[in-house]
């Protein structure tokens, strides 16, 4: 898949998204695993500042490309299938939720024997926090963002799974708020454009 593939299925339902995608880095559209991390990360970064509409039409596109075995091109597809799902589910839209959720089920059942049991194992471990990301860690505003809308992108793939035990629907909520309201405060500070994946 190329990148002008991937851009092309983007439409630009306003002057302001189509502003917001002609001013993505060269670099950050030039292969197509490069521009789906970008659309994901703008899609989420719209959503943070409240443009779920715009978040929706570039995650609806993206969401139906279809698992080819290539994670590196899944982990952004993932992100677009779990944003799709968590907009559902603040729509009360169960069938936009099953929609999202029924690639990413899919997913977890290809390949071998093998194969499929240890997608389970980490997909177990997925679902109890074990591979969200620490923002803490981060030493400056960009890796913040990255840091955070990855956190986020993981909690709503949680969320469209149910939880588990370890983290139950409740506390996801209450994650998502919290890594919410850190996005917004770098936002604020810096602007969407100062951050990635336009810088």
């Known amino acids: 898949m190329n990148a002008g593939d991937i851009l092309a299925l983007i439409p630009s339902s306003s002057d302001e998204l189509a502003d917001h995608l002609g001013s993505l880095p060269a670099k950050k559209t030039r292969t197509g695993n490069a521009a789906l991390e970008a659309l994901v990360k703008l899609a989420y970064g719209l959503y943070v500042t409240g443009d779920a509409a715009s ?47 029924a690639p990413l089920l899919a997913a977890l059942q290809t390949g071998t024997e093998l194969q499929v049991t240890v997608k389970a194992n980490v997909h177990r471990r997925f679902l109890d926090g074990q591979t969200l990301t620490d923002v803490d860690q981060a030493e400056d505003a960009h890796e913040a963002f ?54």
């Open 55 to 101: 978040a929706k039409v570039i995650a609806d596109p993206i969401a139906t490309i279809a698992f080819d075995g290539s994670y590196e091109y899944w982990t952004w597809i993932e992100g677009a299938l779990a944003l799709q799902g968590w907009l559902a589910k603040a729509a009360g839209d169960q069938a936009g939720i099953d929609r999202a959720l």
């Open 146 to 199: 990255d840091l955070g809308i990855d956190r986020l992108m993981t909690l709503f793939r949680m969320a469209l799974f149910g939880g588990s035990e370890t983290w139950p629907p409740v506390a996801i909520d209450a994650e998502v708020d919290r890594t919410l309201a850190a996005l917004r405060v770098l936002i604020d500070e810096h602007g969407l454009r100062g951050l990635p994946p336009f810088k």
